[in-house]
């Protein structure tokens, strides 16, 4: 099975910073990445899907990048909605596997 | 806009069974592969399985091989998961989800609200 890290596993930042997340697979995956965020108590949200496809109606502070084993997820100006977790998703080979989560808090 | 709800969670026995029904509307259902998402109390998100728009592939995490099965009924736009000799650590809030592609693989687009699902003696 393809094992997904992400990296950190907490973040602390405040509005207006621009924060990267990074998600490394075990072996490569081409751009089969997908990035969500979900907030508590609610479903998770499409973001990012292809490594760098932004999701219609995804606020364009968000973008990400890579291919093969290593990608991020960039938001260029933190806005108070942002605060989440967020989720990488490699869907190359089954088991489609999560990585572990990213807590971005104030 | 999409609309998927999710129903059937509730408390059960270890060793025990259950069905958790997906129910889709406001898209055209059978155009489009399915999948079901877990999450573990305060825990991350687990991919459990896929199935592709007309149940000709199905795919299955390795923790539920063997145990659960997918299913779907294109006429009655809905998805299934018969979870059989459940086990503690299935314990979770289970998520519908839908790909934007026809495959038992993909990125998922459309996430339903959850059904919860507790596996306790």
């Known amino acids: 099975d393809i094992q997904m890290t992400q990296s950190p596993s907490t973040l602390s930042a405040f509005v207006g910073d621009r924060v990267t997340i990074t998600c490394r697979a075990s072996q490569s995956i081409s751009t089969y990445l997908a990035w969500y965020q979900q907030k508590p108590g609610k479903a998770p949200q499409l973001l990012i899907y292809?490594?760098?496809s932004l999701q219609s109606g995804v606020p364009s502070r968000f973008s990400g990048s890579g291919s093969g084993t290593e990608f991020t997820l960039t938001i260029s100006s933190l806005q108070p909605e942002d605060f989440a977790t967020y989720y990488c998703?490699?869907?190359?080979?089954?088991?489609?596997?999560f990585g572990q989560g990213t807590k971005l808090e104030i | 806009e999409v609309r998927l709800v999710e129903s059937g969670g509730g408390l059960v026995q270890p060793g025990r069974s259950l069905i958790l029904s997906c129910a889709a509307s406001?898209?055209?259902?059978?155009?489009?592969?399915m999948y079901w998402v877990r999450q573990a109390p305060g825990k991350g998100l687990e991919w459990v399985s896929g199935?592709?728009?007309?149940?000709?592939?199905?795919a299955y995490a390795d923790s539920v091989k063997g145990r659960f099965t997918i299913s779907r009924d294109n006429a009655k736009n809905s998805l299934y998961l018969q979870m059989n000799n459940l086990r503690d650590e299935d314990t979770a809030l289970y998520y519908c989800?839908?790909?934007?592609?026809?495959?038992?693989?993909?990125?998922?687009?459309?996430w339903g609200q959850g059904t919860l699902v507790t596996v306790s003696s």
């Open positions: 989800a839908k790909s934007p592609a026809g495959a038992e693989g993909g990125f998922l687009d459309y």
């Open positions: 199935i592709s728009w007309n149940s000709g592939s199905m």
């Open positions: 406001r898209f055209t259902f059978r155009d489009y592969g």
């Open positions: 292809k490594s760098s």
């Open positions: 998703h490699q869907y190359d080979r089954s088991p489609f596997t």
